[in-house]
């Protein structure tokens, strides 16, 4: 079974940084594509950023320039260093994998995918 665990998330003043991360198995990463999405209270889910089995990375342009998404095959954790956070970044973010192929995770999420429980990042001005 699949088991994709978030961490990182708490609370930051404008301007702040957090690192978020997501613990899975290492296999993970060579089958499949995996992403960071975000839900905000009252609003949609939605891509924040993603990343294929080859590596190739994506961002949303709403954090463009501010967040990057990487991972590390060795200690089989996927990141999200989010820097100059502001407070429309406040959300529940969660990771998540698709494994059908290895490409960059769609908009709307992964069909038949995995997902993490999710971890709270709030921004306050």
């Known amino acids: 079974q699949v088991q994709l665990v978030e961490s990182g998330g708490g609370s930051v003043e404008a301007g702040g940084s957090l690192e978020l991360s997501c613990a899975l198995s290492?296999?993970?990463?060579?089958?499949?594509?995996m992403g960071w999405y975000r839900q905000a209270p009252g609003k949609a889910r939605e891509l924040v950023a993603t990343i294929s089995s080859d590596g190739t990375t994506r961002e949303s342009d709403s954090v463009k320039g501010r967040f990057t998404i990487s991972q590390d095959n060795h200690k089989d954790t996927l990141f999200l260093q989010m820097n100059r956070l502001k407070t429309g970044d406040t959300a529940v973010y969660y990771c998540?994998?698709?494994?059908?192929?290895?490409?960059?995770?769609?908009?709307?999420?992964?069909?038949?995918?995995?997902w993490g429980r999710g971890t709270q990042v709030t921004v306050s001005s």
């Open positions: 290492a296999y993970l990463f060579s089958l499949c594509g």
């Open positions: 998540a994998a698709g494994c059908r192929s290895g490409a960059l995770l769609p908009d709307k999420g992964p069909n038949s995918g995995y």
